[in-house]
């Protein structure tokens, strides 16, 4: 089976590629290496250097005719999006809808989309699940909760089946410490440096990090299951800023303290998910502790810094 990743060369994508690339899938990727880079690419993926926007995407999807698009190639900054949103929507709605008639026309059975906690907003209840109300405060959560409108007329419209999975915070190898969503590298690469990193507010602030194999590992299964739908992927554990900065100062054995700054407007209090409909339908539950998970991104971190 031919799987075509777009955004593949970034940090979840290329992770997505390498577990694909082991079960034996034919891999190719369209990043236009705005924020991926190449040397996380797989040497067995057939890479094209293409903006999704682009016309030569439709070159691509004739040549390769990929049975399944795993679509991860995004605009991603919620700050970027509120300073610039009709870049936001060309990205991922028209980029979007550029995959999506390329899919069409070139007979792409599924495609496999990542949408983002940010179309929550603050949480009415926790655990977040799947029906729970949306509340976009940022034209970035409103551009990734436009695509899902999308997928479901394409699927209704011409027959393309797709599973949407809504991430958690996902770290891991890889993630870029530049990134709003990237406290986990961030931390990683500020103590090993001997630096003293920023927590805002008080880091009683609490998330749900979900590794990223683990995030791998859904995607593969949601391309394999005969399953349509929006799942969350995470972990439904609960990990203050506080702890993750001390499990991280723990591994690395550093006495460093934070530096506590003023918490950032519109920053979200209190996040964690379910994951109880993708376990019952599909099997996926993450299989990574926070502590193992962090033992494996600071030993990346280590070797590349």
Known sequence: MKVLITGGAGFISSHIADLLIENNYDVCVIDNLSHG???????????????????????????????????????????????????????NIIGTINILEASRQFGVKKIIYPASAAIFGEPEYLPIDEKHPLNMISPYGVSKHTVEHYLGVYKKSYNIDYVVLRYSNVYGPRQDSSGEGGVVSIFCEKLINGQAPFIYGDGEQIRDFVYVKDVAEANLMAIEKNKSGIYNVCTNSKTTINNL??????????????????????????????????????????EYAIHSGLKETLEYYLDNI
């Open 245 to 286: 900065f001390g499990y991280i100062r723990d591994l690395i054995g550093k006495d460093i303290s934070p530096v506590y700054v003023k918490e950032r407007e519109g920053d979200i209090k209190n996040s964690y998910m379910t994951y109880d409909k993708i376990g019952n339908e599909i099997g996926w539950r993450p």
């Open 37 to 91: 880079k190449i040397r996380n690419l797989d040497p067995k993926a057939k890479f094209y250097n293409v903006d999704i926007r682009e016309k030569e995407v439709f070159d691509i999807f004739e040549k390769e005719k990929p049975d399944v698009v795993v679509h991860n190639a995004a605009q991603i900054s919620v700050s970027n999006s509120v300073e610039n949103p009709l870049e936001d929507a060309s990205i």
